[in-house]
């Protein structure tokens, strides 16, 4: 158990390996290893056990984030999911002198939100699907017994997930995936399908618990099994033509950005 769970904090927690930097239009390679010797500190600058930060995190409602993005090795912050930071936009003064005016931009804290999740790397890519390519058709039943065949889907931009109920980071993702879906309500240019390895009994049972705003395909392992998924929650997003323009695998806390992003893209 403890080899997987540091599986899932490197997965869910580390903040990828192709950062962008959105002032600059350089990517940068990094990686970060997060185990039981990582440096992870609170707000106030102080050093927490693996055992305190990670009942933090298991809790869903805590992140880690890396001091310097810049050093392998940096120590990292927990905190607490939604806290925003105020921000500003450098000027053309500012990018191109290094000197910061005395009255910068104020951001609205959703402009910096949105700032800050584009500055953020990109989402891991999975192994699974390849950018360009068109992804093979399925046919299948939802749980409601409706019909769906993917390639009747055509001309429209669809945004699929793959999960399982026991999955730590599925569960992670689900109130940021409902977002999502609120986000293009009434749409009807864009579908949401998420292919769950679970029956149907037990996917019912779950959703009068948990809300889960995707159109939900029960026993999807032989539909995970033909793309040959092995790691939980894989996204993947294809375009009105059927071509995968975005996939990952695990969570990142700024996959919606890039999801939304994506899908916005598709629909032009």
């Given at each position: 158990?403890?080899?997987?769970?540091?599986?899932?904090?490197?997965?869910?927690?580390?903040?990828?390996?192709?950062?962008?930097?959105?002032?600059?239009?350089?990517?940068?390679?990094?990686?970060?290893?997060?185990?039981?010797?990582?440096?992870?500190?609170?707000?106030?600058?102080?050093?927490?056990t693996?055992?305190?930060?990670?009942?933090?995190?298991?809790t869903?409602?805590?992140?880690?984030?890396p001091?310097?993005?810049?050093?392998?090795?940096?120590a990292?912050?927990?905190k607490?999911?939604?806290?925003?930071e105020?921000r500003?936009?450098k000027?053309?003064?500012?990018?191109?002198?290094?000197?910061?005016?005395?009255?910068?931009?104020?951001?609205?804290?959703?402009?910096?939100?949105?700032?800050?999740?584009?500055?953020?790397?990109?989402p891991?890519?999975?192994?699974?699907?390849?950018?360009?390519?068109?992804?093979?058709?399925?046919?299948?039943?939802?749980?409601?017994?409706?019909?769906?065949?993917?390639?009747?889907?055509?001309?429209?931009?669809?945004?699929?997930?793959?999960?399982?109920i026991?999955?730590?980071?599925?569960?992670?993702e689900?109130?940021?995936?409902?977002?999502?879906?609120?986000?293009?309500?009434g749409?009807?240019?864009?579908?949401?399908?998420?292919?769950?390895?679970?029956?149907?009994y037990?996917?019912k049972?779950?959703?009068?618990?948990?809300e889960?705003?995707?159109?939900?395909?029960?026993?999807?392992?032989?539909?995970?099994?033909?793309?040959?998924?092995?790691?939980?929650?894989?996204?993947?997003?294809?375009?009105?033509?059927?071509?995968v323009?975005f996939?990952?695998?695990?969570?990142?806390?700024?996959?919606?950005?890039?999801?939304?992003?994506?899908?916005?893209?598709?629909?032009?």
């Amino acid at each position: 158990m403890k080899q997987i769970f540091l599986l899932f904090l490197f997965i869910v927690l580390s903040v990828g390996a192709w950062p962008q930097d959105s002032l600059l239009h350089k990517v940068v390679k990094h990686s970060f290893n997060i185990d039981e010797h990582s440096v992870v500190k609170d707000s106030t600058g102080k050093q927490l056990t693996y055992k305190e930060w990670g009942d933090l995190v298991r809790t869903r409602q805590f992140v880690l984030w890396p001091e310097n993005i810049e050093d392998p090795k940096t120590a990292f912050i927990v905190k607490k999911k939604g806290t925003k930071e105020v921000r500003y936009i450098k000027s053309e003064t500012e990018q191109t002198t290094g000197t910061r005016e005395s009255m910068p931009k104020q951001l609205s804290p959703e402009e910096a939100k949105e700032q800050y999740m584009a500055s953020l790397p990109k989402p891991y890519e999975s192994t699974y699907f390849n950018t360009g390519e068109i992804m093979e058709p399925f046919s299948t039943h939802d749980i409601n017994g409706n019909k769906i065949k993917l390639k009747d889907l055509r001309g429209k931009v669809v945004v699929l997930n793959f999960w399982f109920i026991g999955c730590p980071a599925c569960m992670q993702e689900i109130p940021e995936l409902n977002k999502l879906v609120d986000d293009y309500k009434g749409n009807s240019n864009v579908i949401f399908l998420a292919i769950a390895l679970d029956y149907r009994y037990d996917l019912k049972k779950f959703l009068k618990q948990t809300e889960f705003k995707y159109d939900i395909i029960d026993d999807g392992r032989n539909i995970a099994a033909r793309y040959k998924i092995g790691l939980y929650p894989t996204s993947v997003i294809l375009n009105k033509e059927g071509k995968v323009t975005f996939h990952t695998v695990g969570f990142a806390v700024n996959s919606p950005y890039w999801m939304r992003k994506t899908i916005n893209e598709g629909l032009k």
